[in-house]
């Protein structure tokens, strides 16, 4: 077990001694900074109600109302607005400021950008071994093969939590900056499958990222497979972020089949069951996409086991 822990920390040396891998912070830091800023000074949305918070948004509705009424095609777009503030009136609840929970909520969604970064370290973890010709000297160590395989598996799944952990951190940082922030666990007002619902914003969060970091462990197991099967490092890479932006496509072509339904880009996206949301193909339920993952999941790593440990490497 020593042995494995040590293999781990010289992994993460090896990972974290690449500029790289920290470049990938810094541009995921930055965008949040961005998207932070551009908030700040474009968004409508970030007033503050006082003492006659109702009075407001009724006069509130009231404009939207008229915009409604003159703007024929995006008209719609306020029913939302509308439908929101009254809720807030029917209970009674005073709408809170934005802050930097709802900052960190709203950008649950770059955790795609984390699972591009994660997918580009997974997918050379194995492969970059064959393109710098270290792989003999890896495997002439008195170490299993597949203990070597976990090892690296295990610094991708530490790699792409991190990297979560990371997002979530600085959004909250930069929101508190610029929003401020409401209190340690403060409940705000979204739209849920039976309408509007008060819910506490911490909740919510915990409930988006876990789900989005079962979708990013996935591409990652999905990646690490990729790069046990080929030896050539850009080809393993550019074919996982290949497949990771095409899978939608893929599956809202072939949608109209119902064995659509166990393709892996039809459930990855566990966000589909939560709120108003409906699933891509009808008849998809979470329990059914957990079970879909799972299989995927088990297939990925015989997958990446088989190809690491019985792969012939001498000719290499």
Same mark, same amino acid.
């Given at each position: 077990?020593?042995?494995?822990?040590?293999?781990?920390?010289?992994?993460?040396?090896?990972?974290?001694?690449?500029?790289?891998?920290?470049?990938?912070?810094?541009?995921?830091?930055?965008?949040?900074?961005?998207? $932070?800023?551009?908030?700040?000074?474009?968004?409508?949305?970030?007033?503050?109600?006082?003492?006659?918070?109702?009075?407001?948004?009724?006069?509130?509705?009231?404009?939207?109302?008229?915009?409604?009424?003159?703007?024929?095609?995006?008209?719609?777009?306020?029913?939302?607005?509308?439908?929101?503030?009254?809720?807030?009136?029917?209970?009674?609840?005073?709408?809170?400021?934005?802050?930097?929970?709802?900052?960190?909520?709203?950008?649950?969604?770059?955790?795609?950008?984390?699972?591009?970064?994660?997918?580009?370290?997974?997918?050379?973890?194995?492969? #970059?071994?064959?393109?710098?010709?270290?792989?003999?000297?890896?495997?002439?160590?008195?170490? #299993?093969?597949?203990?070597?395989?976990?090892?690296?598996?295990?610094?991708?799944?530490?790699?792409?939590?991190?990297?979560?952990?990371?997002?979530?951190?600085?959004?909250?940082?930069? $929101?508190?900056?610029?929003?401020?922030?409401?209190?340690?666990?403060?409940?705000?007002?979204?739209?849920?499958?039976?309408?509007?619902?008060?819910?506490?914003?911490?909740?919510?969060?915990?409930?988006?990222?876990?789900?989005?970091?079962?979708?990013?462990?996935?591409?990652?197991?999905?990646?690490?497979?990729? #790069?046990?099967?080929?030896?050539?490092?850009?080809?393993?890479?550019?074919?996982?972020?290949?497949?990771?932006?095409?899978?939608?496509?893929?599956? #809202?072509?072939?949608?109209?089949?119902?064995?659509?339904?166990?393709?892996?880009?039809?459930?990855?996206?566990?966000?589909?069951?939560?709120?108003?949301?409906?699933?891509?193909?009808?008849?998809?339920?979470?329990?059914?996409?957990?079970?879909?993952?799972?299989?995927?999941?088990?297939?990925?790593?015989?997958?990446?086991?088989?190809?690491?440990?019985?792969?012939?490497?001498?000719?290499?």
């Amino acid at each position: 077990m020593r042995n494995f822990f040590s293999l781990i920390n010289n992994e993460q040396i090896k990972l974290y001694s690449r500029f790289s891998t920290w470049s990938m912070y810094i541009i995921l830091a930055g965008i949040i900074l961005a998207s $932070g800023l551009i908030t700040f000074f474009f968004s409508d949305g970030l007033e503050e109600y006082g003492d006659n918070w109702r009075e407001e948004l009724q006069a509130k509705n009231e404009e939207y109302l008229e915009m409604q009424a003159e703007d024929e095609v995006f008209g719609d777009l306020y029913a939302y607005d509308i439908a929101k503030n009254e809720y807030y009136l029917e209970n009674d609840i005073k709408p809170l400021s934005y802050d930097a929970w709802q900052f960190a909520l709203e950008n649950a969604g770059l955790t795609m950008l984390v699972s591009l970064f994660t997918i580009i370290v997974a997918a050379s973890i194995v492969s #970059s071994e064959f393109k710098w010709g270290t792989i003999k000297l890896l495997l002439i160590r008195p170490i #299993s093969r597949g203990k070597i395989l976990w090892t690296k598996y295990v610094n991708v799944l530490i790699f792409s939590i991190s990297m979560l952990i990371f997002s979530f951190l600085i959004n909250l940082i930069i $929101g508190a900056i610029l929003f401020g922030i409401n209190g340690l666990s403060p409940n705000i007002v979204i739209e849920g499958a039976n309408g509007f619902e008060q819910v506490s914003v911490v909740s919510e969060i915990l409930t988006k990222y876990g789900l989005n970091m079962v979708n990013l462990i996935i591409m990652a197991t999905f990646a690490f497979m990729i #790069s046990t099967l080929f030896r050539n490092n850009s080809m393993a890479i550019g074919l996982a972020i290949f497949l990771m932006f095409a899978g939608d496509i893929i599956v #809202s072509f072939l949608s109209k089949y119902d064995w659509a339904k166990f393709i892996l880009f039809a459930n990855t996206n566990l966000n589909q069951y939560m709120g108003n949301q409906s699933p891509v193909i009808d008849g998809m339920t979470l329990g059914f996409s957990i079970t879909v993952l799972v299989v995927y999941y088990i297939i990925f790593l015989l997958v990446s086991w088989l190809s690491f440990t019985r792969r012939d490497v001498a000719g290499h």
